[in-house]
T-cell receptor, first 115, second 112 residues
Protein backbone atom coordinates (compact mmCIF):
# COMPACT_ATOMS: atom_id res chain seq x y z
CA UNK A 1 0.00 0.00 0.00
CA UNK A 2 1.08 3.52 -0.69
CA UNK A 3 1.45 6.19 1.97
CA UNK A 4 1.84 9.93 1.61
CA UNK A 5 3.33 12.06 4.36
CA UNK A 6 3.09 15.82 4.73
CA UNK A 7 5.22 16.71 7.71
CA UNK A 8 4.14 20.34 8.01
CA UNK A 9 0.60 20.67 9.41
CA UNK A 10 0.74 24.46 9.13
CA UNK A 11 2.93 27.05 7.44
CA UNK A 12 2.81 30.77 6.91
CA UNK A 13 4.48 33.11 4.44
CA UNK A 14 4.50 36.82 3.75
CA UNK A 15 2.84 38.07 0.61
CA UNK A 16 5.22 38.12 -2.40
CA UNK A 17 7.66 35.71 -0.79
CA UNK A 18 8.39 32.09 -1.71
CA UNK A 19 7.34 29.06 0.27
CA UNK A 20 7.99 25.34 -0.12
CA UNK A 21 5.62 22.63 1.08
CA UNK A 22 7.07 19.17 1.70
CA UNK A 23 5.70 15.78 0.71
CA UNK A 24 7.22 12.33 0.86
CA UNK A 25 5.67 9.07 -0.23
CA UNK A 26 6.31 5.40 0.08
CA UNK A 27 5.70 2.99 -2.78
CA UNK A 28 7.23 0.01 -4.51
CA UNK A 29 5.60 1.02 -7.80
CA UNK A 30 7.50 2.48 -10.72
CA UNK A 31 4.63 3.96 -12.72
CA UNK A 32 2.61 6.60 -10.96
CA UNK A 33 1.50 10.21 -10.93
CA UNK A 34 1.86 12.75 -8.16
CA UNK A 35 -0.42 15.71 -7.59
CA UNK A 36 -0.82 18.79 -5.46
CA UNK A 37 -4.37 19.89 -4.74
CA UNK A 38 -5.44 23.16 -3.17
CA UNK A 39 -8.51 23.47 -0.97
CA UNK A 40 -9.43 27.09 -0.13
CA UNK A 41 -12.07 27.95 2.48
CA UNK A 42 -14.72 27.42 -0.22
CA UNK A 43 -14.00 23.69 0.20
CA UNK A 44 -13.51 23.14 -3.53
CA UNK A 45 -10.63 20.78 -4.42
CA UNK A 46 -8.52 22.42 -7.11
CA UNK A 47 -5.74 20.68 -9.00
CA UNK A 48 -2.56 22.74 -8.77
CA UNK A 49 0.02 20.63 -10.54
CA UNK A 50 0.72 17.11 -11.76
CA UNK A 51 3.96 15.14 -12.17
CA UNK A 52 4.39 11.90 -14.07
CA UNK A 53 6.95 9.66 -12.41
CA UNK A 54 8.60 8.72 -15.71
CA UNK A 55 9.43 12.36 -16.43
CA UNK A 56 12.66 13.70 -14.98
CA UNK A 57 11.76 17.31 -15.69
CA UNK A 58 9.97 19.03 -12.85
CA UNK A 59 6.45 20.24 -13.60
CA UNK A 60 5.70 23.96 -13.57
CA UNK A 61 2.42 25.86 -13.65
CA UNK A 62 2.89 29.62 -13.53
CA UNK A 63 3.95 30.46 -9.93
CA UNK A 64 3.80 26.82 -8.85
CA UNK A 65 6.61 24.35 -9.39
CA UNK A 66 7.66 21.03 -7.93
CA UNK A 67 10.92 19.44 -6.93
CA UNK A 68 10.46 15.77 -7.77
CA UNK A 69 13.16 13.48 -6.40
CA UNK A 70 12.14 9.98 -7.43
CA UNK A 71 14.93 8.10 -5.69
CA UNK A 72 14.26 9.95 -2.46
CA UNK A 73 10.48 9.67 -2.94
CA UNK A 74 10.08 13.35 -2.36
CA UNK A 75 7.68 15.75 -4.07
CA UNK A 76 7.77 19.30 -2.74
CA UNK A 77 5.70 22.23 -3.98
CA UNK A 78 7.22 25.68 -4.36
CA UNK A 79 4.94 28.70 -4.53
CA UNK A 80 6.65 31.84 -5.79
CA UNK A 81 5.41 35.40 -5.30
CA UNK A 82 2.81 34.23 -2.79
CA UNK A 83 -0.59 35.89 -3.00
CA UNK A 84 -3.35 36.24 -0.43
CA UNK A 85 -5.49 33.96 -2.57
CA UNK A 86 -2.98 31.16 -2.07
CA UNK A 87 -4.19 30.79 1.51
CA UNK A 88 -5.60 27.26 1.59
CA UNK A 89 -5.09 23.69 2.66
CA UNK A 90 -2.70 21.91 0.30
CA UNK A 91 -2.83 18.17 -0.23
CA UNK A 92 -0.18 16.00 -1.81
CA UNK A 93 -1.59 12.93 -3.57
CA UNK A 94 -0.26 9.74 -5.18
CA UNK A 95 -1.89 7.77 -7.98
CA UNK A 96 -0.68 4.31 -8.94
CA UNK A 97 -1.26 3.58 -12.61
CA UNK A 98 -3.40 0.55 -13.31
CA UNK A 99 -6.08 -1.01 -11.13
CA UNK A 100 -8.53 1.66 -9.92
CA UNK A 101 -6.28 4.73 -10.30
CA UNK A 102 -7.38 5.98 -6.90
CA UNK A 103 -5.73 8.93 -5.20
CA UNK A 104 -3.94 8.43 -1.89
CA UNK A 105 -3.76 11.72 -0.03
CA UNK A 106 -1.51 13.15 2.62
CA UNK A 107 -3.10 14.80 5.64
CA UNK A 108 -2.57 18.28 4.28
CA UNK A 109 -0.66 21.46 5.05
CA UNK A 110 -2.55 24.62 5.96
CA UNK A 111 -0.81 27.56 4.28
CA UNK A 112 -1.55 31.09 5.39
CA UNK A 113 -0.32 34.02 3.32
CA UNK A 114 0.01 37.14 5.43
CA UNK A 115 -0.28 40.68 4.04
CA UNK B 1 -21.16 24.09 -17.62
CA UNK B 2 -18.97 20.99 -17.56
CA UNK B 3 -18.16 19.53 -14.19
CA UNK B 4 -19.44 17.55 -11.23
CA UNK B 5 -22.48 18.40 -9.16
CA UNK B 6 -23.31 17.02 -5.75
CA UNK B 7 -26.50 17.19 -3.73
CA UNK B 8 -27.30 18.12 -1.08
CA UNK B 9 -24.73 20.78 -0.18
CA UNK B 10 -25.18 19.95 3.47
CA UNK B 11 -27.44 17.76 5.56
CA UNK B 12 -28.14 17.04 9.21
CA UNK B 13 -29.33 13.50 9.71
CA UNK B 14 -30.57 11.50 12.67
CA UNK B 15 -28.66 8.35 13.47
CA UNK B 16 -30.27 5.26 11.99
CA UNK B 17 -31.74 7.08 9.02
CA UNK B 18 -31.01 6.16 5.42
CA UNK B 19 -29.39 8.80 3.21
CA UNK B 20 -28.30 8.98 -0.42
CA UNK B 21 -25.74 11.51 -1.57
CA UNK B 22 -26.07 12.31 -5.24
CA UNK B 23 -23.27 12.88 -7.73
CA UNK B 24 -23.56 13.70 -11.43
CA UNK B 25 -20.86 14.49 -13.97
CA UNK B 26 -21.21 15.67 -17.55
CA UNK B 27 -17.65 15.08 -18.72
CA UNK B 28 -18.32 11.48 -19.81
CA UNK B 29 -15.52 10.19 -17.60
CA UNK B 30 -15.60 6.45 -17.08
CA UNK B 31 -14.04 6.41 -13.62
CA UNK B 32 -15.74 7.92 -10.57
CA UNK B 33 -14.89 7.98 -6.88
CA UNK B 34 -16.29 8.82 -3.45
CA UNK B 35 -13.95 10.20 -0.78
CA UNK B 36 -14.60 11.37 2.73
CA UNK B 37 -12.61 14.18 4.32
CA UNK B 38 -12.05 14.30 8.04
CA UNK B 39 -9.98 16.82 9.96
CA UNK B 40 -6.41 15.65 10.35
CA UNK B 41 -6.92 12.62 8.11
CA UNK B 42 -7.03 14.07 4.62
CA UNK B 43 -9.27 12.41 2.06
CA UNK B 44 -9.91 8.67 2.09
CA UNK B 45 -11.48 6.58 -0.64
CA UNK B 46 -14.83 4.97 0.16
CA UNK B 47 -15.86 3.36 -3.13
CA UNK B 48 -14.98 3.68 -6.77
CA UNK B 49 -16.29 2.73 -10.19
CA UNK B 50 -14.04 2.18 -13.21
CA UNK B 51 -16.95 2.18 -15.63
CA UNK B 52 -20.74 2.00 -15.69
CA UNK B 53 -21.98 -1.26 -14.23
CA UNK B 54 -18.91 -1.91 -12.05
CA UNK B 55 -17.98 -0.78 -8.54
CA UNK B 56 -15.24 -1.52 -6.05
CA UNK B 57 -14.39 -0.97 -2.39
CA UNK B 58 -11.91 1.62 -1.28
CA UNK B 59 -10.12 2.18 1.99
CA UNK B 60 -13.17 2.85 4.22
CA UNK B 61 -16.22 1.15 2.62
CA UNK B 62 -18.06 -0.11 5.71
CA UNK B 63 -21.52 1.39 6.13
CA UNK B 64 -21.65 2.69 2.56
CA UNK B 65 -22.88 1.36 -0.76
CA UNK B 66 -22.76 2.69 -4.31
CA UNK B 67 -24.29 1.95 -7.68
CA UNK B 68 -23.34 2.93 -11.22
CA UNK B 69 -26.29 2.46 -13.51
CA UNK B 70 -24.93 4.86 -16.13
CA UNK B 71 -21.83 6.93 -16.90
CA UNK B 72 -23.07 10.18 -15.42
CA UNK B 73 -24.43 9.24 -11.99
CA UNK B 74 -22.71 7.70 -8.97
CA UNK B 75 -24.86 7.87 -5.83
CA UNK B 76 -23.53 7.00 -2.37
CA UNK B 77 -25.94 5.47 0.15
CA UNK B 78 -25.67 5.27 3.91
CA UNK B 79 -28.11 2.51 4.84
CA UNK B 80 -28.25 3.35 8.54
CA UNK B 81 -26.25 6.45 9.42
CA UNK B 82 -24.01 6.57 12.49
CA UNK B 83 -22.30 9.59 14.09
CA UNK B 84 -18.86 8.42 12.88
CA UNK B 85 -20.08 9.06 9.35
CA UNK B 86 -20.17 12.78 10.06
CA UNK B 87 -17.80 14.12 7.42
CA UNK B 88 -17.46 16.05 4.19
CA UNK B 89 -18.03 13.81 1.19
CA UNK B 90 -16.45 14.46 -2.18
CA UNK B 91 -17.35 12.86 -5.47
CA UNK B 92 -14.69 12.83 -8.18
CA UNK B 93 -14.24 11.67 -11.73
CA UNK B 94 -11.04 10.95 -13.62
CA UNK B 95 -10.09 11.88 -17.14
CA UNK B 96 -8.42 8.85 -18.72
CA UNK B 97 -6.20 10.79 -21.12
CA UNK B 98 -4.64 13.17 -18.61
CA UNK B 99 -4.99 11.11 -15.45
CA UNK B 100 -6.41 14.19 -13.72
CA UNK B 101 -9.20 13.83 -11.19
CA UNK B 102 -11.92 16.45 -10.92
CA UNK B 103 -13.87 16.99 -7.73
CA UNK B 104 -17.39 18.06 -6.95
CA UNK B 105 -18.08 20.81 -4.39
CA UNK B 106 -18.66 18.34 -1.56
CA UNK B 107 -21.51 17.48 0.80
CA UNK B 108 -21.20 18.25 4.49
CA UNK B 109 -23.06 15.54 6.42
CA UNK B 110 -23.72 15.67 10.14
CA UNK B 111 -25.15 12.59 11.84
CA UNK B 112 -26.60 13.21 15.28
Amino acid sequence: AQTVTQSQPEMSVQEAETVTLSCTYDTSENNYYLFWYKQPPSRQMILVIRQEAYKQQNATENRFSVNFQKAAKSFSLKISDSQLGDTAMYFCAFMKLGSNYKLTFGKGTLLTVNP
Amino acid sequence: IAGITQAPTSQILAAGRRMTLRCTQDMRHNAMYWYRQDLGLGLRLIHYSNTAGTTGKGEVPDGYSVSRANTDDFPLTLASAVPSQTSVYFCASRDFASGKSFFGPGTRLTVL
